[in-house]
């Protein structure tokens, strides 16, 4: 059985990260989306707002677990028995530092692939910064996250009555 990882930050998921899951899920028999705990990030969600977002928008896929993690993705790779580390390649403004982490974890576990995956092109531009702001202003995030995590961004960014 072929199972792999996706980590990422999904502060918050968004429908390129869903579309990322889609095509991974067609190649692999199990994918596990995990949560990072970035001590070095300040995150709008906390990890575990993160999570139910994620098991909600990974709903329609029966192969897909949710999980978390701190440390090296190398070392929850392994723990997981993943053989690889799916990762999203939106832009070529993304490769750059997508081949560095690469190479960087091949150096520390030559034994785990990383995959690099495109999203649709309707999703190249879209990121998990860009819909945070746009819900700060209101903006309307309908187009670009699963309905649940439209409704926490709206919990979490309410509109004030004058």
């Known amino acids: 059985m072929k199972k792999v990882i996706y980590p990422g930050t999904f502060d918050p998921v968004t429908n390129g990260h869903v579309d990322i899951v889609r095509r991974a899920v067609e190649l692999f028999d199990e994918v596990i989306v995990t949560v990072a705990k970035n001590p070095t990030k300040t995150e709008l969600f906390s990890v575990e707002e993160r999570i139910e977002m994620l098991k909600e928008s990974m709903k329609g896929f029966p192969t897909v677990k949710v999980d978390s993690f701190g440390g090296l993705v190398v070392d929850h790779a392994r723990q997981v028995g993943a053989v690889g580390i799916i990762r999203g390649l939106r832009a070529v403004s993304d490769f750059e530092y997508e081949f560095q982490m690469a190479l960087m974890n091949r150096k520390l576990a030559d034994d785990i692939a990383t995959i690099l995956l495109m999203p649709h092109a309707r999703y190249t531009y879209l990121n998990s ?11 309307d995030v309908s187009g670009f996250v699963p309905p649940f995590v439209e409704k926490k961004l709206k919990e979490k960014f309410p509109k004030k009555s004058l």
Do not use: D, P
Request: net charge positive.
């Open 129 to 139: 910064t860009i819909v945070r702001n746009l819900a700060a202003f209101h903006g």
